[in-house]
């Protein structure tokens, strides 16, 4: 089930700088979507969603973009902080299921 | 802050054995799930359940496979008969509204099932 993908296992950026995680789907019908982060041994913690209606939502330091022409979208972190350092999840729901569909996670570093 | 809570943290159950694996939701949602992960793979769904009953299976929660919510407060998780390839973490979710905008599931610490 390749419907959302993160092409980058992995991504380190140095503390104060920008991070930016990536995600693409293919299924036309997910009108939500969500970023999770994940710790060691934890489950994944919700961090900000955006609905397809919308191209960019923002909270605090994190940044969402959707790019649906291109079923795309992008988690912004500014600036980075070492507790930033993380497994990020990308997920997309549509309205007529419950059921979320997970990327395979992009690992960030933040280096003090 | 309200949170879903798991029990146990850790199951080590032999092959053929039944397991339940419980949680308890955030105390005002209505949508319960179970999502799985094997090593190294991704997230993914298992069940949703929603007004007592299974709103939506994934073809992983096969007949071994069962929930229940035997009071106002637990939703569980039963395999019947445990296989190797069971073996994964197993995260509980909740949310509270479905639709109008609000998709958010939050989810437990999760129950890391080991079968041998």
């Known amino acids: 089930d390749q419907q959302v993908k993160q092409n980058s296992p992995s991504l380190s950026v140095q503390e104060g700088r920008i991070s930016i995680l990536n995600c693409d789907y293919t299924n036309s019908m997910f009108d939500y979507f969500l970023w999770y982060k994940k710790y060691p041994a934890e489950g994944p913690t919700f961090l900000i969603s955006?609905?397809?209606?919308?191209d960019k939502n923002e909270d605090g330091r994190f940044t969402v973009f959707l790019n649906k022409s291109a079923k795309h979208l992008s988690l912004h972190i500014v600036p980075s902080q070492p507790g930033d350092s993380a497994v990020y999840f990308c997920a997309a729901i549509s309205s007529n299921t419950g059921k979320l569909i997970f990327g395979q996670g992009t690992t960030l570093q933040v280096k003090p | 802050e309200p949170e879903v809570t798991q029990t146990p943290s850790h199951q080590v159950t032999q092959m053929g054995q039944e397991v339940i694996l419980r949680c308890v939701p955030i105390s005002n949602h209505l949508y319960f799930y179970w999502y799985r992960q094997i090593l190294g793979q991704k997230v993914e769904f298992l069940v949703s359940?929603?007004?007592?009953?299974?709103?939506?299976k994934s073809e992983i929660f096969d007949d071994q496979f069962s929930v229940e919510r035997p009071d106002g407060s637990n939703f569980t998780l039963k395999i019947r008969s445990t296989k190797l390839e069971d073996s994964a973490m197993y995260f509980c979710?909740?949310?509270?509204?479905?639709?109008?905008?609000?998709?958010?599931?939050?989810f437990g610490p999760g129950t890391r099932l080991t079968v041998t």
């Open positions: 979710a909740s949310s509270n509204l479905r639709g109008r905008g609000s998709y958010e599931q939050y």
């Open positions: 955006i609905s397809s209606i919308k």
């Open positions: 359940f929603y007004n007592n009953e299974i709103s939506e």
